[in-house]
């Protein structure tokens, strides 16, 4: 079972459209080597799922490429709302449950929890899930256990300066064929071959970078986000 907690940019957020892609991608590339049978998929994501705009489809595109299903249609018609402003009045649905479509189900109760105890102009939205079998093998298969233990890029932790200084030197020094524009015959076969070698040489030059420039660690080397306070707070 995976359990996935996401907070998705607001509409306050600069280039909010490619900052929600890039969690997204994010999402999707942190998980693609675990292990799971089914995920649960919660948080303030800052859209209405039943919303007709892109990031709405760009939601439920991310969660139909895994096998998600929203539980928004299983809460009661009179109270859907999670996210409350009393001095302006402004509300609206934007915290929300996915789980995968085998779980959805076995999902017998879902709620959003008013309390006078919430200081949060959010509501928790709570689910009761019974799970069919926690035991069964896992239904991800993208990734191996030999995949696993290899190291990966830890794009995270780059040196973000040094990475553009050096991509930017190694791309540089590449020699772009600019004569094809102009002055040659672009039927022949050597047009074509020094393209070609023209594409390699920037996928070499960036795969260069990458290697200096960028960590590569097995999964589980880093702890993900701790920092003091995490520390504080755990003791």
């Not at 969660?63 to 018609?77: H, R």
């Not at 996915?98 to 006078?116: K, N, Q, T």
């Not at 200084?165 to 004569?179: E, F, G, V, W």
Request: glycine share 4%.
């Amino acid at each position: 079972m995976l359990f996935i907690n996401v907070y998705l940019p607001s509409v306050s957020t600069p280039n909010r459209t490619e900052v929600f892609i890039d969690c997204l991608s994010g999402i999707f590339n942190d998980i693609s080597d675990l292990y799971y049978s089914e995920i649960v998929f919660g948080g303030d994501m800052n859209v209405d799922v039943t919303a007709h705009n892109e990031l709405c489809a760009l939601l439920h595109d991310f969660a139909v490429d895994l096998g998600l299903k929203f539980l928004y249609d299983k809460l009661p018609i009179g109270d859907r709302i999670t996210y409350r402003v009393d001095s302006t009045g402004a509300k609206s649905a934007i915290d929300h449950f996915a789980v995968s479509e085998s779980l959805y189900d076995s999902v017998v109760g879902i709620r959003v929890e008013d309390s006078g105890i919430n200081l949060s102009d959010h509501c928790p939205v709570a689910i009761d899930v019974i799970i069919p079998d926690i035991d069964k093998a896992p239904s991800n298969t993208k990734g191996s256990v030999k995949s696993c233990m290899q190291p990966v890029y830890r794009w995270d932790m780059r040196d973000l300066a040094y990475c553009y200084s050096l991509t930017r030197d190694l791309l540089s020094a590449i020699n772009a064929p600019k004569h094809l524009l102009s002055d040659c015959d672009c039927t022949g076969y050597n047009v074509l071959e020094q393209i070609n070698q023209y594409y390699s040489s920037i996928v070499s030059s960036l795969r260069e970078a990458s290697l200096v420039s960028i960590p590569r660690k097995k999964h589980g080397h880093f702890k993900y986000r701790w920092d003091e306070e995490l520390t504080l707070l755990k003791q």
